[in-house]
């Protein structure tokens, strides 16, 4: 599977952003796709996920309310929106495929490229 991430940029803190993820074949129920995030000098962290069949998302402690990701199933596509953005928030934010949900980057063995977030205070 091949990921192909767009989107994020620079915004002040408070804005918006999204990201997209278009996958290169059909994804299936049983499959999560995600993002993951890596700030400078930090580890990757998992962001959000979403699992593909039920829709169920799952969100990261630190951007739940704030961000929201959705599928589109006729597209193969995730989309993440992120509102009320930290200059903590800035980071390179990953597309992740998967079998399972997993909040270890370790578990996914399809990546997209990154795209920067630069979220100025």
């Known amino acids: 599977v091949q990921l192909q991430a767009s989107g994020g940029g620079l915004v002040q803190a408070g804005g918006s952003l999204s990201l997209s993820c278009a996958a290169s074949r059909r994804i299936f129920s049983s499959n999560v796709v995600g993002w993951f995030r890596q700030a400078p000098g930090r580890e990757r962290e998992f962001a959000a996920g979403i699992r593909w069949g039920r829709g169920a998302t799952y969100y990261a402690d630190s951007v739940k309310g704030r961000f929201n990701i959705s599928r589109d199933n006729a597209k193969n596509m995730v989309h993440l929106q992120m509102n009320s953005l930290k200059p903590e928030d800035t980071a390179v934010y990953y597309c992740?495929?998967?079998?399972?949900?997993?909040?270890?980057?370790?578990?996914?063995?399809?990546w997209g490229q990154g795209t920067q977030v630069t979220v100025s205070s």
């Open positions: 992740v495929f998967g079998s399972a949900l997993s909040y270890r980057p370790s578990e996914y063995p399809y």
